[in-house]
């Protein structure tokens, strides 16, 4: 967390040299407010359990081995025809825009396409009427999602076997955020924060070779990390739909991260007021059930057939183009998160735009590219080798938006303020951060050709995981110096 952020302060601040020396002593006075409160929400406020009103990442906890039974062990074919078992009931948010699509209908559909900066050429469907395949496949009577949804198999780790679901969706909405200053607090969509075309996520199941039917870890994608839940621990730790017995995992209100629990709003990073996560709901009417016609096999890179049916899977090039720059904007949704609403005029909604930008982002979003299963480190593994910002930052519990409104000091603050339209008289602009890293497991038994950047990480090494290694003063140290550097040239 601590590049990603330095990153974007630095280019904050390159950015404001091109300010006004009016305009930089203002830039000033609003990050030397946001340093006040991010340094001070922690402090008044303290790390407690989270309340109802949303959840805190983890990791899940769930890497220790697993131990197998004696018996049979079940071959490569017994695992495909038990893979529908297996594989998720997927729920949906209410307010959901973008569902699951079958990944050869959207290439069948897609052009082939070259950008100048880009190694990899790609398809994509924008610059065409693309809204039907972008909202994704249609549901049938009983709400259930017409999609496929695709998996790989492997041997893993000597006596398991080791499936990944790959979720396809055409596109990739914005960041969920929230931000509470005093008595004032906004639930948003910020845009184009996280907006990319196409996103693929995945869920790992691994079970033993002699027992098909028990599943003994689930691997859930967010993101960049995967959260691995123990199922040795019961029920609970890995939910089941009561009704198929399959896995039962939470999209993310546009992001389409997976969670195994309904919880509201998953919080994945937190800084003083502003808290980013995914919201995930249970629509009734929209769903996708596995069944044993829809959920398909990919067969290995080198092993798949000569056949057009699969020039999807061999496609090595990125899967969407690269987002224009565009404006950012609000969409702010009520308070039960059931249905978007105006956003209101008040100095929090001021401070966001103002930090964020109103100016068009001056660089398209190129990291934000996806490629195919076969060409994807995570498909052959079930722990991620990133973590989730907040859990790097070595905070696990802390506060919910709902539980710090009308803290008296935020309140004081909020009345130093100036006006909303000073704010955003100054708008800032900020770019993307660099993109995650690309490692693999060195667990992993197949692996299609990889990208030439991907590096094999051994287990225990130092960078299997930095959970808890606190980086929050380290950031703080820089930001202030940041400060100060703005400071001097403005005045």
């Given at each position: 967390m601590?590049?990603?952020?330095?990153?974007?302060?630095r280019?904050?601040?390159?950015l404001?040299?091109?300010?006004?020396?009016r305009?930089?002593?203002?830039?000033v006075?609003l990050?030397l407010?946001?340093?006040m409160?991010?340094?001070l929400?922690?402090m008044?406020?303290?790390?407690?359990?989270?309340?109802p009103s949303?959840?805190v990442?983890?990791t899940?906890?769930?890497?220790?081995?697993?131990?197998?039974?004696?018996?049979?062990?079940?071959t490569?074919e017994?695992?495909?025809?038990n893979?529908?078992?297996l594989?998720?009931?997927?729920?949906?948010?209410p307010l959901e825009?973008?569902?699951m699509e079958s990944?050869?209908?959207?290439?069948?559909?897609?052009?082939?396409e070259?950008?100048d900066?880009?190694?990899k050429?790609y398809?994509?469907?924008?610059?065409?009427n693309?809204d039907?395949?972008?909202?994704?496949a249609?549901?049938?009577e009983t709400g259930a999602?017409?999609?496929d949804?695709y998996?790989?198999?492997?041997e893993y780790d000597g006596?398991f076997w080791?499936?990944?679901?790959d979720?396809?969706?055409g596109?990739n909405g914005c960041?969920?955020?929230?931000f509470?200053?005093?008595s004032?607090?906004?639930?948003?969509l910020m845009c184009?924060?996280?907006?990319?075309?196409?996103?693929?996520?995945?869920?790992?199941?691994?079970?033993?070779?002699?027992?098909?039917?028990?599943i003994?870890?689930?691997?859930?994608?967010q993101?960049?990390?995967s959260e691995?839940?123990?199922c040795?621990a019961?029920?609970?730790?890995?939910?089941?739909d009561?009704?198929?017995?399959?896995?039962i995992?939470y999209?993310?209100?546009e992001?389409?991260?997976?969670?195994p629990?309904?919880?509201?709003?998953?919080v994945?990073?937190?800084?003083g007021?502003?808290?980013v996560?995914?919201?995930?709901?249970?629509?009734?009417?929209?769903?996708?059930?596995p069944?044993?016609d829809?959920?398909k096999?990919?067969?290995?890179?080198?092993a798949?057939?000569n056949?057009?049916?699969?020039?999807?899977?061999?496609?090595?090039?990125?899967?969407?183009?690269l987002i224009?720059?565009?404006?950012?904007?609000?969409?702010c949704?009520s308070?039960d998160?059931?249905k978007y609403?105006?956003c209101?005029?008040?100095?929090?909604?001021?401070?966001i735009?103002?930090?964020a930008?109103?100016q068009?982002?001056?660089e398209p979003?190129?990291?934000q590219?996806?490629?195919?299963?076969?060409?994807r480190?995570?498909?052959y593994?079930i722990?991620?080798?990133?973590?989730a910002?907040?859990?790097e930052?070595?905070?696990?519990?802390l506060?919910?938006?709902?539980?710090i409104?009308?803290?008296?000091a935020?309140?004081?603050?909020?009345?130093?303020?100036?006006?909303?339209?000073?704010f955003?008289s100054?708008?800032?602009?900020?770019?993307?951060?660099?993109?995650?890293?690309?490692?693999?497991?060195s667990?992993q038994?197949y692996?299609?050709?990889p990208p030439?950047?991907?590096?094999?990480?051994p287990p225990?090494s130092?960078?299997?995981?930095?959970?808890?290694?606190?980086a929050?003063?380290?950031v703080?140290?820089?930001?202030?110096?940041?400060?100060?550097?703005?400071?001097?040239n403005?005045w």
């Amino acid at each position: 967390m601590d590049t990603d952020i330095l990153f974007c302060s630095r280019k904050i601040y390159l950015l404001t040299m091109v300010m006004s020396r009016r305009d930089q002593r203002r830039a000033v006075l609003l990050l030397l407010l946001l340093s006040m409160v991010m340094n001070l929400v922690p402090m008044v406020i303290g790390i407690e359990t989270s309340g109802p009103s949303c959840s805190v990442q983890t990791t899940g906890g769930g890497l220790s081995r697993s131990q197998c039974p004696n018996g049979p062990v079940a071959t490569l074919e017994q695992a495909k025809e038990n893979a529908w078992r297996l594989a998720p009931v997927v729920k949906f948010h209410p307010l959901e825009k973008y569902y699951m699509e079958s990944m050869p209908v959207w290439y069948s559909l897609s052009k082939l396409e070259t950008q100048d900066g880009l190694e990899k050429e790609y398809r994509t469907l924008l610059g065409g009427n693309t809204d039907a395949v972008l909202s994704g496949a249609p549901f049938d009577e009983t709400g259930a999602s017409t999609a496929d949804v695709y998996y790989t198999v492997q041997e893993y780790d000597g006596d398991f076997w080791l499936f990944n679901f790959d979720l396809f969706f055409g596109w990739n909405g914005c960041s969920n955020q929230e931000f509470v200053l005093g008595s004032q607090q906004l639930r948003y969509l910020m845009c184009p924060a996280g907006v990319h075309e196409t996103d693929l996520e995945r869920m790992s199941v691994l079970v033993c070779k002699t027992d098909l039917n028990t599943i003994k870890k689930i691997g859930y994608n967010q993101h960049a990390w995967s959260e691995v839940r123990d199922c040795d621990a019961g029920i609970e730790s890995c939910p089941r739909d009561p009704s198929t017995g399959n896995p039962i995992v939470y999209a993310g209100l546009e992001s389409h991260a997976l969670y195994p629990e309904n919880n509201g709003f998953h919080v994945y990073y937190n800084l003083g007021p502003l808290f980013v996560g995914d919201r995930t709901g249970d629509d009734p009417n929209k769903f996708f059930k596995p069944t044993e016609d829809n959920v398909k096999y990919i067969p290995p890179y080198d092993a798949l057939p000569n056949t057009d049916e699969w020039d999807w899977a061999r496609f090595g090039g990125n899967w969407g183009k690269l987002i224009e720059p565009m404006p950012v904007t609000l969409a702010c949704l009520s308070d039960d998160t059931t249905k978007y609403v105006d956003c209101p005029d008040s100095s929090a909604k001021s401070l966001i735009i103002s930090v964020a930008g109103t100016q068009e982002l001056s660089e398209p979003l190129a990291e934000q590219v996806m490629m195919g299963p076969l060409f994807r480190p995570a498909n052959y593994q079930i722990k991620g080798t990133e973590i989730a910002p907040i859990i790097e930052s070595g905070v696990t519990e802390l506060k919910c938006p709902d539980d710090i409104l009308q803290r008296d000091a935020i309140q004081e603050m909020n009345t130093t303020m100036e006006s909303p339209q000073d704010f955003q008289s100054n708008p800032v602009v900020t770019e993307p951060a660099p993109p995650p890293r690309d490692i693999l497991d060195s667990e992993q038994v197949y692996m299609a050709p990889p990208p030439p950047s991907i590096r094999m990480v051994p287990p225990g090494s130092d960078q299997e995981s930095t959970a808890g290694e606190p980086a929050f003063h380290i950031v703080h140290v820089f930001f202030f110096m940041g400060i100060l550097l703005l400071a001097a040239n403005a005045w």
